[in-house]
């Protein structure tokens, strides 16, 4: 078994909450529980199934890291991707807990020597994949060890209604209950409405669960949309980074088309300061070699920015991503939320900036129409999931139309309720005026204009009756703005109440409407080659008089635009993060100086620099300016294993500094 050292209690100790809350202090270097991590422990720790609802950087992993170094046995850990299990086991090995993974890239020796340090009690942790747990070398294995814990990562991948489905965690439950004793089992996400919820606790067997669900704002992300012509998006995105030099970010591209092309365009244009390219590209249609380049490139601070579609990311630990941009629209509020959370994982202000336009949004519902995955569901299934889908696109569509705040348009899809701040806000919305959410958006900041459209709204409602729910968006286009084309005839068009009834406003105006009004639920647009506008289940609410509608008209222009002339590449230095969360005049050169020697420890090491100490933890050594051992180990992040290990180094740096 693991020597004392490494934090373990006793095997004759039934571990307590106390245990838990000692080993936060002397292996994280934290006082504190977050949000939600006391109650999942507590509950692990007395043989209680769990389910965890946390936003992404609200410390998931300490909910099974701390119970698997307190409980006897293994903590087998079930993560989506093997790319990333290297990362989680260097984190845990930084911090004292002795942890290793089993995947393809081992040999068999390396994965028998993994087993036979897992059976000896060498080992606390285990990460796999799911599709690990159907082979019969590691049922044998399983069936041999001492399983205390199962934590189930990514949890929302079991789930059909999820955005991220995968068939291999459908066979998770089968293996817990092959196992001879059956452990604790707990399953954690970031991104899981009530019916996906139901889901995981149904497919994975939970016995009566503690469900733990903590809210999912993320108030350190500021929220941003702008709706931006294609062919304009290359020169927006090439612009922000020039504004944001050597910030650590990620680029979402629908294709890899886009993604290879979009690198490309950045790299002929920016250049970091080594004189490498700043962007990466990173595709399922790489190989595994190149994709593995391009991540540790990324993850090492090497490429600060890495261009990728919807196969980077899962899980990804590098806690110091300051901007996550889309170039395109995604397929739901799930993915949009699950890519944007990777950044500010470690709590600093960071950017989310979403890019879309009608022709992103035709994109998408081709793409759901076409998309067949899941061969274990029947063709009556996989036609519900499809209807499923294009819901959440629609709900996806709402968020970039939407007047009211970004924070709680997400937080009210996950099911998180405030009346009262929905209700300032759109009152604030309908009125003009600012308001304020807590970490910021663009709809709040007074960076969108709106416009009454109440009567164009009304307008279009009663034309749906009049042409009696039988047409598609273009005809009830038509019909409003008065269009004399050979099928309004055809249709009697002329004779209708409502006909040219908005002559005045352009098609594109009135096209938007109607798009609008099928996002908020007043009218819905079937699917299939014909779709049919028809009234929504707010429909009724357009007829009564204090109706009032307004939506986005024009976006502010934030900041003035950068010329995209002049030299063809620009050098980027490597400034800290300025989306509020900086240091400013001797703090920023401190600050500067342990990321240089973060960086050469990480470098020397061959690990992630923020495996070492995230940006967090380093701006909270600028603000306590530690020049002692008793003093170093208070500071928020630092442990007694990386005290040991880093402690005198960064020590004498800020001695260093101060002595200047």
């Known amino acids: 078994m693991p020597s004392q050292d490494l934090h373990t209690v006793p095997s004759t100790a039934s571990p307590t909450l106390a245990d838990a809350q000692a080993m936060l202090q002397t292996t994280f270097g934290y006082e504190q529980f977050r949000p939600g991590q006391q109650d999942i422990i507590q509950a692990i720790l007395q043989g209680r199934d769990v389910l965890g609802v946390m936003p992404t950087g609200a410390g998931k992993s300490l909910c099974y890291q701390i119970p698997a170094m307190l409980l006897d046995g293994v903590t087998l850990v079930i993560s989506p991707l093997i790319s990333l299990m290297r990362d989680q086991v260097d984190a845990a090995n930084e911090n004292g807990i002795p942890a290793a993974f089993i995947n393809t890239s081992q040999t068999p020796d390396e994965q028998t020597m993994v087993f036979e340090q897992a059976l000896a009690g060498q080992l606390k942790l285990v990460y796999v994949a799911p599709e690990r747990l159907e082979t019969s070398r590691f049922r044998s294995f399983a069936s041999k060890c001492a399983i205390s814990l199962v934590a189930v990562d990514e949890a929302h ?99 890899r088309k886009t993604t290879e092309a979009l690198a490309d365009a950045i790299n002929a244009r920016l250049l970091n300061t080594d004189g490498k390219p700043l962007a990466a590209a990173y595709h399922g249609g790489m190989s595994a070699q190149q994709r593995d380049a391009a991540q540790r490139a990324f993850v090492n601070d090497e490429t600060p920015v890495i261009v990728a579609t919807n196969a980077f990311g899962m899980g990804i630990d590098k806690s110091n991503v300051r901007f996550v941009i889309h170039h395109n629209l995604p397929e739901s509020i799930e993915a949009y939320y699950q890519e944007a959370g990777r950044a500010g994982r470690d709590g600093e202000p960071s950017r989310c900036t979403l890019l879309w336009n009608d022709g992103d949004i035709t994109t998408r519902r081709r793409l759901l129409d076409t998309d067949s995955e899941n061969e274990r569901l029947t063709e009556e299934q996989k036609e519900q999931v499809r209807q499923a889908k294009r819901q959440l696109l629609n709900t996806m569509i709402g968020y970039c139309r939407t007047v009211k705040c970004l924070h709680r348009y997400i937080t009210n899809y996950f099911g998180e309720q405030d009346d009262a701040a929905d209700e300032f806000a759109t009152n604030a919305a309908n009125a003009g005026e600012e308001y304020h959410c807590v970490g910021g958006c663009v709809n ?42 050979q099928d309004m005839i055809a249709m009697g068009a002329q004779a209708l109440p409502t006909y040219g009834m908005l002559s005045q406003e352009s098609e594109a105006k009135v096209r938007d409407v109607v798009n609008q009004m099928a996002a908020d639920g007043y009218l819905t647009i079937t699917e299939g080659r014909l779709p049919i506008v028809m009234f929504g289940p707010k429909a009724a609410q357009t007829v009564a008089p204090d109706f009032h509608y307004v939506m986005k008209q024009t976006q502010i222009k934030r900041k003035k635009r950068l010329s995209t002339t002049g030299p063809s590449a620009v050098h980027v230095g490597s400034g800290v993060a300025t989306f509020g969360g900086g240091v400013g005049g001797s703090d920023e050169d401190l600050f500067d100086q342990l990321r240089q020697l973060r960086l050469g420890i990480a470098r020397r090491l061959g690990k992630p620099p923020y495996i070492v100490f995230s940006d967090k933890t380093l701006r909270e050594m600028v603000r306590l300016r530690p020049t002692s051992e008793e003093e170093f180990v208070e500071v928020p992040g630092v442990g007694q294993v990386k005290l040991e290990r880093y402690g005198a180094q960064f020590i004498e740096a800020i001695r260093a500094f101060e002595a200047q």
Not at 185 to 192: I, P
Not at 451 to 464: G, L, P
Request: overall charge positive; some cysteine.
């Open 157 to 255: 991948c079991i789930s059909q209604w999820g955005q991220d489905f995968r068939s291999s965690y459908l066979g998770i439950g089968e293996f817990l209950a092959a196992l001879p004793t059956r452990p604790v089992v707990a399953a954690l996400t970031a991104t899981a409405t009530g019916r996906v919820r139901d889901d995981i606790v149904r497919l994975l067997g939970l016995q009566n669960p503690l469900i733990k669900v903590t809210g999912f704002d993320r108030t350190n992300l500021y929220f941003d949309v702008l709706r931006l012509e294609s062919k304009r998006k290359t020169d927006w995105i090439i612009d922000e980074l020039r504004e944001h030099m050597g910030e650590s970010g990620i680029i979402y591209c629908a294709t």
């Open 444 to 485: 709040c900041n007074g960076q969108v204009q709106v416009s009454d459209v109440s009567e164009i709204a009304r307008t279009i409602s009663r034309c749906v009756h009049d042409v009696g729910q039988r047409v598609g968006v273009g005809r009830i286009v038509h019909v409003l703005r008065g269009s004399k084309s």
